[in-house]
């Protein structure tokens, strides 16, 4: 048996104290910070390649990539750009995706259920610890972006698209708004990647399905056939974070993506639920 396995066999607590065992099984796996450094190295990568060129070519690359070499800053914006279509979806995708399953795949959810604990608080924690990860996910990007940008490129006069100048906190300010506006983007996939984890005992065919239904969204969303279809897709608004690189700041795209997003955590929350509840777990 596993470490992983045996640590999760022990007597399980309710409430606060089984959220932060999770917690701590989740950080100290060493799948969590490989996830965690592959998502850091993006940035590094990122800024290391425009140093080396000297900046890349006016109009190509990621958005807002011209201005790191003005700014060591923005390299942090250019690194959630880049990273949110996919690389952090596949993250929270493998994180949520082996929540349930892999607990059954290991055969210590029906331990986890045997200690007074119920599957509905159960289910609670295991979104709530895919939801913490998603923030970390977004934080690591955008942390070593700035200290990446910093180390390579310093700071200096940073101008929104709009054409106003802002200082080095303010700018900070607007890199942390992103970061939140990334976790609330993530957490309609991690109530989407947590319902398939209930319908399979096999971890990597949940995290491949979750995969796969992000990627078929973000096609479907770019067909223009389909425009009738793209407000109700949950990797509709993902992008939309630019607005809060606005003089004065656009908070629509971030009330309208906290809906849409709270929408799916509903349905497939309660999906979940269902599903789990009924679940044989002990046999």
Request: overall charge positive; some cysteine; aromatic content about 8%.
């Amino acid at each position: 048996m596993s470490s992983d396995s045996e640590s999760r066999v022990r007597p399980a607590r309710t409430g606060t104290a089984l959220l932060l065992s999770e917690l701590g099984l989740l950080f100290r796996r060493r799948r969590t910070w490989t996830l965690l450094a592959a998502l850091a190295a993006v940035p590094v990568l990122m800024g290391v390649a425009v140093r080396v060129t000297s900046g890349p070519p006016q109009g190509r690359g990621p958005a807002f990539l011209d201005q790191v070499t003005a700014s060591g800053l923005f390299l942090a914006v250019a690194a959630v750009f880049v990273c949110t279509p996919f690389f952090l979806p596949l993250t929270v995708a493998v994180v949520a995706g082996d929540s349930i399953a892999g607990e059954a795949a290991h055969g210590t959810l029906r331990y986890l259920l045997v200690a007074p604990v119920r599957r509905a608080g159960l289910l609670a924690v295991k979104y709530a610890v895919a939801l913490v990860f998603c923030l970390a996910a977004a934080l690591v990007v955008a942390a070593v972006g700035v200290l990446t940008g910093l180390a390579l490129f310093g700071t200096g006069p940073l101008v929104l698209p709009s054409g106003m100048t802002i200082t080095s906190a303010e700018t900070l300010g607007r890199i942390g708004l992103m970061v939140l506006y990334a976790t609330v983007s993530l957490s309609g996939l991690g109530a989407i990647a947590l319902f398939v984890s209930t319908l399979t005992d096999v971890p990597v065919g949940a995290m491949a399905a979750a995969v796969v239904l992000t990627i078929v969204a973000q096609i479907l969303g770019a067909l223009p056939q389909l425009a009738w279809l793209h407000p109700w897709l949950f990797t509709h608004h993902w992008m939309g974070f630019a607005d809060l690189l606005r003089a004065p700041l656009v908070w629509d795209s971030f009330r309208e993506n906290a809906l849409l997003q709270a929408g799916y955590v509903a349905v497939f929350g309660a999906l979940a639920y269902g599903r789990f509840t009924t679940k044989d777990v002990l046999s």
